[in-house]
Nanobody
Framework: VQLQASGGGLVQAGGSLRLSCVPS????????MVWYRQAPGKEREWVAA???????NYADSVKGRFTVSRDNAKNTVYLQMNTLKPEDTAVYYC???????????????WGQGTQVTVSS
């Protein structure tokens, strides 16, 4: 399974973007999901997560500005980013726990990343 992340781009500070992440093929379910980001010269960091039960958690740096969500019917996960700041500039990656078939194992997959650039 490949994960297709999209929605990145160039935005001014204070603006918004919504990232999407969707599997490239039909699957049974998405369980846990995590969004990460990696800025130039920095290590990849965790941004936001949602458990299979819908419990969310956010890094302090994005709390109150970012919202993670999912559409189970579309097998798509989202990261809504509001009030963006220049320090949010990074490549954003989705990481999903996926069960491909109802009787299959849950496996972990990474998306290819989408660039978010916030200008001041």
């Amino acid at each position: 399974v490949q994960l297709q992340a999209s929605g990145g781009g160039l935005v001014q500070a204070g603006g918004s973007l919504r990232l999407s992440c969707v599997p490239s093929e039909s699957i049974f379910s998405i369980n846990g999901m995590v969004w990460y980001r990696q800025a130039p010269g920095k290590e990849r960091e965790w941004v936001a997560a949602m458990t299979s039960g819908g419990v969310t958690n956010y890094a302090d740096s994005v709390k109150g500005r970012f919202t993670v969500s999912r559409d189970n019917a579309k097998n798509t996960v989202y990261l809504q980013m509001n009030t963006l700041k220049p320090e949010d500039t990074a490549v954003y990656y989705c990481n999903l726990d996926i069960r491909k078939q109802v009787t299959g194992r849950i496996r972990n997959y990474w998306g290819q990343g989408t660039q978010v650039t916030v200008s001041s």
